[in-house]
């Protein structure tokens, strides 16, 4: 009887902490997604924001049977600019920016969860995944990112092809997504991976726990490089899939379109039609956007703590 009656407050007690600990850890939680959401979203329009006028310019060469050439990459830029003015460089920038934001907030945040997952599923941490686990995190939040923003994805397209006085329905949202799934597999897979690994072996071998500004937009260069060169002839594949009815050619299938562009312009000119363009683009756009992403995320527990 004693004990039933000693025991019973204790319990409580116990049961108390439960809920209590379950609470705390529960906001924390929800503060971690948040931080997360954010810190991506400004990562993505700041990246994208600053190589803006590279990435409208490489789109057009994607979509047309044009040549590329680093002369013929000016002379486009140059001659929008005479033509159309200086700010007709970011048109499409805003529907970039619609897509962007929540593209890279649902893909940074979304690979902080798929790590903590992957991490308590292989019991370790997130941030020291082994390297096939790490490669999948990345993998996994790409596609989750691009399944759900990839509507906005044709439209920005197709904005930067277009000229004002012409308009299309939007009977095709997903027109080119398969090939932009397969594409971003590899392209984030590889990215996140070599970013993750880059802080790793820093960690490893400088005995600093975190890099400095600098080497972390070095780590994401490296990064961007790695990943957009292997995902690129579907890149160049998507982009003539989702502007085909605004560029004269017929809509086909991943296939087809393959074989379109290789029997016109040949396998290496035609499917990595821009790639140089993209080794000065992507990874400056990649570099900003992992080392953003980072120190805001720094920033923000530093806010909280």
């Known amino acids: ?11 409580l007690h116990e049961d108390a902490e439960a809920v209590l600990s379950s609470s705390v850890s529960s906001k924390r939680d929800h503060r971690q997604v948040l931080s997360s959401l954010l810190s991506g979203a400004l990562a993505g329009a700041l990246a994208k924001t600053a190589v803006a006028p590279l990435d409208r310019t490489k789109i057009i ?15 486009v830029l140059y001659y929008t600019y005479l033509n159309e003015g200086f700010l007709s460089l970011w048109r499409g920038n805003s529907a970039t920016m619609v897509r962007v934001v929540p593209y890279a907030a649902i893909q940074f945040s ?29 993998a996994l939040a790409g596609t989750t990112a691009a399944s759900l923003t990839y509507p906005l994805d044709l439209v920005r397209a197709r904005m930067a ?16 997504f398969m090939p932009t799934v397969l594409g971003v597999i590899p392209y984030a897979g590889l990215s996140f991976f070599t970013y993750e690994t880059l802080k790793s072996l820093h960690r490893e071998y400088s005995g600093r726990r975190q890099p400095y500004p600098f080497e972390r937009m070095i780590f994401g260069a490296c990064a961007g490089l790695i990943g957009q060169s292997a995902s690129y002839p579907l890149d160049v594949v998507r982009r003539r899939m989702q502007t085909a009815g605004v560029t ?9 379109t393959l074989r379109t562009i290789v029997r016109e312009e040949g396998a290496v000119r035609g499917l990595y039609k821009g790639l140089s363009m993209n080794w000065v683009k992507g990874p400056i756009a990649v570099g900003i956007s992992f080392t953003t992403f980072d120190l805001m995320q720094i920033l923000l527990r530093h806010l909280q703590s």
């Open 1 to 11: 009887m004693g004990n039933g009656v000693k025991e019973g407050p204790v319990r």
């Open 161 to 176: 092809v277009t000229p004002k006085e012409i308009e299309e329905g939007l009977k095709t949202l997903y027109h080119g």
């Open 248 to 256: 004269g050619y017929p809509r086909a299938s991943i296939a087809r």
């Open 110 to 138: 979304a690979h902080e969860e798929y790590k903590r997952i992957l991490g308590s599923y292989y019991g370790f941490r997130g941030e020291a995944l082994p390297p096939w686990p790490r490669l999948f995190a990345g």
């Open 61 to 75: 060469f994607q979509v047309s049977s044009k040549r590329f050439s680093a002369k013929e990459a000016f002379r």
